[in-house]
């Protein structure tokens, strides 16, 4: 995709860590990651506020391209994390006595 | 085609950052042909699930000791492995709610305190707001005050060590799941084989798979004191500095660090958890201790949860780890049964395995009484701040 590789540098792939296409690319093949999981580990993709929820299908696309035949399906699965949507501590907190009530 | 070498002078099995490290010692010291076997991913297990604490304020002179040596490690290692795993010196605090814990607290800091090098104050509840102005002190003694101890970024500091031993020569595998190894008629280590049915030749096998370190004691006949339980975990979005160090309220249940990207990381222990390697979630801990975090910080009450996860404890019968060799399997080593607190002295250590490997005894600690043979010979570690 020779798009990708002009605005590399510029194209945001995890929008809440703030990581660039080329950065995700250079993680990828200097230390031949395979997985999202690793993906993340290393940089941090995927573990902002929105959990991977923009950048994961992206950085599959890459990884599926550069690492596996089979395509995304053939990759490596995450973990998906609870809460869904990020919460307040004091919003768990008052479940918490909510619950310890019943 | 096989993916792995025919043949190997040392087959490591678990990519945490015991066996990582192990692996960058032994390369370090010029040992030829290191594999390193993972069934997963590098930092997939334990480490990559951990906390990230380090502290030196430990009951037994054993632990201070290992402890100490391994933060002296730690100052110098991101400059030696070449690459920045978020290592800060921001102090431990463990928090003091009554007289039962300050006898004994003050028990263990004079110990720590007789160590040239290791300093730990006893400090008053106006002290710890010095320390950090966002803890609520209602409830609290006082707390036992370590500068020099800190936290890291495990994940980072894992693939650090992977890193360095790779560019030292040695070859690591992931997705390489151990199904068997092969011992000779003599006792000696033989072969190590693998999930896609490959042999790898090779007299010298590091058991370093924590939670799972009991299926490879197995594979030479050993039966390893070792069970797994989950630890939970939480983390939050990164907010300003507010934290330097970890804090650990023993006695409340429950630790937090402000990690360097600004995150704070939270967990307690469950002593109803049963055994086992379930890893998921469960919603009702990141409640409960969200409801213990606004009441120790009340400013993080506003402040979001993004993500929960869990890892394992690979636990002995006195919370302290198994290294070394074993009388009956020659070429068999372990570090491993870390208890929850493995990634502290992970390279202190490494090195010392890598010591016993290379020439037969441990040089930069004596870890003898850490054998595995304590547990059956009455020898068991009582060591009083294990969370």
Same mark, same amino acid.
């Given at each position: 995709?020779?798009?990708?590789?002009?605005?590399?540098?510029?194209?945001?792939?995890?929008?809440?860590?703030?990581?660039?296409?080329?950065?995700?690319?250079?993680?990828?093949?200097?230390?031949?990651?395979?997985?999202?999981?690793?993906?993340?580990?290393?940089?941090?993709?995927?573990?902002?506020?929105?959990?991977?929820?923009?950048?994961?299908?992206?950085?599959?696309?890459?990884?599926?391209?550069?690492?596996?035949?089979?395509?995304?399906? #053939?990759?490596?699965?995450?973990?998906?994390?609870?809460?869904?949507?990020?919460?307040?501590?004091?919003?768990? #907190?008052? #479940?918490?006595?909510?619950?310890?009530?019943? | 085609?096989?993916?792995?070498?025919?043949?190997?002078?040392?087959?490591?099995?678990?990519?945490?950052?015991?066996?990582?490290? =192990?692996?960058?010692?032994?390369?370090?010291?010029?040992?030829?042909?290191?594999?390193?076997?993972?069934?997963?991913?590098?930092?997939?297990?334990? =480490?990559?699930?951990?906390?990230? *604490?380090?502290?030196?304020?430990?009951?037994?002179?054993?632990? @201070?000791?290992?402890?100490?040596?391994?933060?002296?490690?730690?100052?110098?290692?991101?400059?030696?492995?070449?690459?920045?795993?978020?290592?800060?010196?921001?102090? /431990?605090?463990?928090?003091?709610?009554?007289?039962?814990?300050?006898?004994?607290?003050?028990?263990?800091?004079?110990?720590?305190?007789?160590?040239?090098?290791?300093?730990?104050?006893?400090?008053?509840?106006?002290?710890?707001?010095?320390?950090?102005?966002?803890?609520?002190?209602?409830?609290?003694?006082?707390?036992? /005050?370590?500068?020099?101890?800190?936290?890291?970024?495990?994940?980072? %500091?894992? /693939?650090?060590?992977?890193?360095?031993?790779?560019?030292?020569?040695?070859?690591?595998?992931?997705?390489?799941?151990?199904?068997?190894?092969?011992?000779?008629?003599? *006792?000696?280590?033989?072969?190590?084989?693998?999930?896609? *049915?490959?042999?790898?030749?090779?007299?010298?096998?590091?058991?370093?798979?924590?939670?799972?370190?009991?299926?490879?004691?197995?594979?030479?006949?050993?039966?390893?004191?070792?069970?797994?339980?989950?630890?939970?975990?939480? @983390?939050?979005?990164?907010?300003?500095?507010?934290?330097?160090?970890?804090?650990?309220?023993?006695?409340?249940?429950?630790?937090?660090?402000?990690?360097?990207?600004?995150?704070?990381?939270?967990?307690?222990?469950?002593?109803?958890?049963?055994?086992?390697?379930?890893?998921?979630?469960?919603?009702?801990?990141?409640?409960?201790?969200?409801?213990?975090?606004?009441?120790?910080?009340?400013?993080?009450?506003? @402040?979001?949860?993004?993500?929960?996860? %869990?890892?394992?404890?690979?636990?002995?019968?006195?919370?302290?780890?198994?290294?070394?060799?074993?009388?009956?399997?020659?070429?068999?080593?372990?570090?491993?049964?870390?208890?929850?607190?493995?990634?502290?002295?992970?390279?202190?250590? %490494?090195?010392?395995?890598?010591?016993?490997?290379?020439?037969?005894?441990?040089?930069?600690?004596?870890?003898?009484?850490?054998?595995? /043979?304590?547990?059956?010979?009455?020898?068991?570690?009582?060591?009083?701040?294990? @969370?």
């Amino acid at each position: 995709m020779s798009d990708d590789k002009d605005n590399a540098n510029e194209t945001i792939i995890c929008r809440c860590e703030d990581l660039t296409l080329e950065e995700i690319e250079k993680a990828i093949d200097d230390h031949g990651l395979r997985s999202f999981d690793e993906v993340k580990r290393i940089t941090r993709c995927g573990m902002g506020p929105c959990q991977g929820k923009t950048c994961r299908k992206m950085v599959e696309r890459m990884l599926s391209k550069k690492t596996v035949n089979g395509g995304i399906s #053939a990759l490596e699965h995450t973990t998906f994390r609870q809460p869904t949507k990020p919460v307040d501590v004091k919003v768990l #907190a008052e #479940a918490w006595e909510d619950e310890s009530k019943e | 085609m096989n993916r792995f070498p025919e043949s190997a002078g040392v087959v490591v099995i678990g990519g945490g950052i015991i066996g990582t490290a =192990t692996a960058y010692y032994l390369a370090k010291a010029g040992f030829k042909d290191i594999v390193l076997l993972e069934k997963n991913a590098i930092a997939s297990g334990s =480490t990559g699930r951990c906390a990230g *604490g380090i502290r030196q304020q430990w009951g037994t002179p054993m632990n @201070v000791e290992l402890s100490m040596k391994s933060v002296r490690m730690f100052e110098t290692l991101e400059k030696e492995l070449g690459f920045d795993f978020e290592y800060y010196q921001g102090g /431990y605090l463990l928090l003091i709610r009554n007289e039962s814990q300050m006898t004994q607290f003050e028990k263990n800091i004079a110990l720590q305190n007789s160590y040239p090098g290791l300093h730990v104050e006893l400090i008053k509840p106006q002290e710890i707001r010095e320390v950090c102005n966002a803890i609520n002190t209602d409830g609290l003694i006082g707390a036992a /005050y370590c500068k020099t101890d800190g936290h890291a970024n495990p994940m980072l %500091a894992n /693939y650090a060590y992977a890193w360095a031993a790779q560019m030292l020569g040695a070859k690591i595998f992931t997705r390489a799941e151990v199904t068997g190894i092969d011992v000779t008629k003599e *006792g000696g280590i033989k072969s190590v084989k693998t999930a896609d *049915g490959s042999t790898i030749k090779t007299a010298r096998v590091v058991n370093a798979a924590d939670g799972h370190a009991a299926l490879i004691g197995k594979m030479v006949g050993l039966d390893l004191p070792i069970r797994s339980f989950r630890h939970q975990i939480m @983390v939050t979005e990164p907010v300003a500095k507010i934290l330097d160090p970890l804090v650990v309220d023993l006695a409340g249940n429950l630790y937090f660090r402000q990690t360097k990207h600004g995150s704070f990381v939270a967990g307690q222990s469950d002593k109803d958890e049963p055994e086992g390697f379930d890893m998921k979630s469960d919603y009702r801990f990141m409640l409960e201790v969200s409801s213990k975090l606004e009441k120790i910080m009340p400013a993080l009450g506003n @402040v979001k949860i993004v993500r929960q996860w %869990a890892g394992l404890y690979g636990m002995t019968p006195d919370s302290q780890p198994i290294i070394g060799g074993v009388r009956d399997v020659e070429g068999y080593y372990q570090a491993i049964g870390f208890s929850g607190h493995g990634f502290m002295i992970a390279p202190i250590t %490494a090195k010392i395995l890598s010591e016993i490997i290379l020439h037969g005894e441990a040089k930069s600690a004596d870890v003898s009484s850490l054998d595995l /043979y304590r547990f059956a010979e009455g020898r068991t570690i009582k060591e009083p701040n294990v @969370v």
